[in-house]
């Protein structure tokens, strides 16, 4: 559900389904589809419980048939559902940790000691080891620690619901999670509609709501045409954004901004341009970390180029910029931007934290190297093998494929986008 329609699917005993309507106000209008099958017609009105849970209420129709019908939006159940969720997005993140830890960390780190300690560095070079080390040590030891204990908290959290968890790759949602269907093809005769009484069965509307109904809903549709119109951008719109599409919206004050309420997995999922988007920062960044070695000067005579830093910081900070773009599409990345932009601030640092750790660990090599230092061979093998081939092209190959999403977020250290993760349809 969102300002103005209805839409999700999913599967039932009849056979797969989607649903597509409009929401105007409190009142639902809807087609639940079946593949190949019959539609069903849905009418009704939308109510807010006292325990936070929601439920619909109204009339449905299939040719001459007819009865009342009720779906019920289960807030504890919904929660023990995103617990699930979040019990799984913990243990990829957890396993991404260890990965590192034991790929790249554990062994860089002994190598980097092991240098500092035989041999003498200016000191720009001591403290740019020393930063390097303890973000790598910080990341790999505390993260996995922290995750275990995240997604043992979830399990007893969810606890039926951790059987069978979300799936985090997105795909269809439903438009209410956790739907209860009462009554739902009880059929009920002609006479006994008309002889309905007032209280929830007078969501059937009068002729003259339903006329003002239509001409509404055809006012309502005429407005849709021209955002979907205005949403396809133009090639002259690349640079300035799609201005067309915010003077349509801009053109009702009383509408609140148009932010679908679905997950980032979703985003991600099933927008390729999306992927394609996130997919060039992180070529961008790893590109730029393979040519440190080769471009610039990382002799023992003076400390890494400022040059190098600058431009390590203005790509971090385009791919800290994209994931704010990208959760931004989101209701919830939307919302949290708006009134509680605080919230990205830790997540925003360890993007930053992870992205320095590799750039530091390459600059390392290329210094040792550099200076004559044999252990760059080393240092060079876990790099290429730790992090290159067990990290790297893992993680945009995920990316681009959208495929086990959280772990893909974590190899690319999205962790803006891996904060506003939910299961599709919450």
């Given at each position: 559900?969102?300002?103005?329609?209805?839409?999700?699917?999913?599967?039932?005993?009849?056979?797969?389904?989607?649903?597509?309507?409009?929401?105007?106000?409190?009142?639902?209008?809807?087609?639940?589809?079946?593949?190949?099958?019959?539609?069903?017609?849905y009418e009704g009105k939308l109510f807010d419980l006292?325990?936070?849970?929601?439920?619909?209420?109204?009339?449905?129709?299939?040719?001459?048939?007819?009865?009342?019908?009720?779906?019920?939006?289960?807030?504890?159940?919904?929660?023990?559902?995103?617990?699930?969720?979040?019990?799984?997005?913990?243990?990829?993140?957890?396993?991404?940790?260890?990965?590192?830890?034991?790929?790249?960390?554990?062994?860089?780190?002994?190598?980097?000691?092991?240098?500092?300690?035989?041999?003498?560095?200016?000191?720009?070079?001591?403290?740019?080891?020393?930063?390097?080390v303890s973000s790598g040590i910080l990341l790999s030891?505390?993260?996995?620690?922290?995750?275990?204990?995240?997604?043992?908290?979830?399990?007893?959290?969810?606890?039926?619901?951790?059987?069978?968890?979300?799936?985090?790759?997105?795909?269809?949602?439903?438009?209410?999670?956790?739907?209860?269907?009462?009554?739902?093809?009880?059929?009920?005769?002609?006479?006994?509609?008309?002889?309905?009484?007032?209280?929830?069965?007078?969501?059937?509307?009068?002729?003259?709501?339903?006329?003002?109904?239509?001409?509404?809903?055809?006012?309502?549709?005429?407005?849709?045409?021209?955002?979907?119109?205005?949403?396809?951008?133009?090639?002259?719109?690349?640079?300035?954004?799609?201005?067309?599409?915010?003077?349509?919206?801009?053109?009702?004050?009383?509408?609140?901004?148009?932010?679908?309420?679905?997950?980032?997995?979703?985003?991600?999922?099933?927008?390729?341009?999306?992927?394609?988007?996130?997919?060039?920062?992180?070529?961008?960044?790893?590109?730029?970390?393979?040519?440190?070695?080769?471009?610039?000067?990382?002799?023992?005579?003076?400390?890494?180029?400022?040059?190098?830093?600058?431009?390590?910081?203005?790509?971090?900070?385009?791919?800290?910029?994209?994931?704010?773009?990208?959760?931004?599409?989101?209701?919830?990345?939307?919302?949290?931007?708006?009134?509680?932009?605080?919230?990205?601030?830790?997540?925003?640092?360890?993007?930053?934290?992870?992205?320095?750790?590799?750039?530091?660990?390459?600059?390392?090599?290329?210094?040792?190297?550099?200076?004559?230092?044999?252990?760059?061979?080393?240092?060079?093998?876990?790099?290429?093998?730790?992090?290159?081939?067990?990290?790297?092209?893992?993680?945009?190959?995920?990316?681009?494929?959208?495929?086990?999403?959280?772990?893909?977020?974590?190899?690319?250290?999205?962790?803006?986008?891996?904060?506003?993760?939910?299961?599709?349809?919450?």
């Amino acid at each position: 559900l969102d300002n103005s329609s209805v839409r999700g699917g999913g599967s039932d005993l009849v056979g797969d389904f989607v649903l597509d309507g409009t929401k105007n106000g409190g009142l639902i209008k809807f087609t639940k589809l079946y593949e190949g099958q019959h539609a069903l017609e849905y009418e009704g009105k939308l109510f807010d419980l006292e325990d936070g849970s929601q439920k619909i209420v109204g009339m449905w129709s299939c040719a001459d048939q007819k009865g009342d019908f009720e779906l019920l939006r289960d807030l504890q159940l919904e929660r023990k559902r995103e617990a699930a969720f979040n019990m799984i997005v913990a243990r990829m993140k957890m396993n991404v940790g260890l990965l590192r830890f034991f790929c790249e960390d554990l062994g860089l780190s002994c190598i980097q000691i092991f240098y500092l300690m035989e041999h003498k560095t200016t000191p720009w070079q001591f403290y740019f080891t020393v930063a390097s080390v303890s973000s790598g040590i910080l990341l790999s030891i505390l993260g996995p620690l922290v995750e275990a204990v995240n997604a043992r908290n979830c399990r007893l959290a969810a606890g039926e619901a951790a059987e069978q968890p979300p799936s985090v790759d997105g795909g269809a949602f439903m438009c209410c999670t956790g739907m209860a269907h009462r009554s739902e093809f009880q059929t009920t005769s002609k006479a006994a509609v008309k002889g309905l009484g007032m209280g929830e069965h007078e969501l059937l509307l009068s002729k003259r709501r339903a006329t003002y109904r239509l001409e509404l809903e055809a006012q309502e549709a005429a407005y849709k045409a021209r955002i979907e119109q205005a949403r396809e951008q133009s090639n002259g719109e690349l640079l300035s954004g799609n201005t067309d599409y915010i003077e349509v919206l801009m053109e009702k004050p009383d509408e609140p901004a148009l932010v679908p309420d679905i997950s980032i997995a979703d985003v991600v999922a099933s927008n390729k341009g999306v992927r394609q988007i996130l997919s060039f920062g992180v070529l961008l960044y790893w590109s730029y970390i393979i040519c440190v070695p080769f471009v610039f000067d990382l002799s023992c005579e003076h400390a890494i180029p400022a040059e190098s830093h600058v431009i390590f910081l203005c790509i971090a900070s385009f791919n800290m910029f994209l994931q704010i773009w990208c959760a931004a599409l989101t209701k919830y990345g939307y919302l949290t931007l708006v009134h509680a932009p605080q919230k990205f601030g830790a997540s925003l640092f360890l993007t930053l934290l992870g992205l320095f750790g590799s750039y530091s660990d390459i600059a390392f090599i290329g210094m040792i190297r550099q200076c004559g230092s044999p252990l760059w061979i080393p240092a060079g093998c876990i790099y290429f093998v730790g992090v290159i081939l067990a990290q790297a092209l893992p993680g945009i190959l995920m990316l681009v494929l959208g495929y086990k999403i959280p772990a893909a977020l974590k190899l690319n250290e999205m962790n803006v986008l891996i904060m506003l993760l939910k299961p599709s349809g919450s």
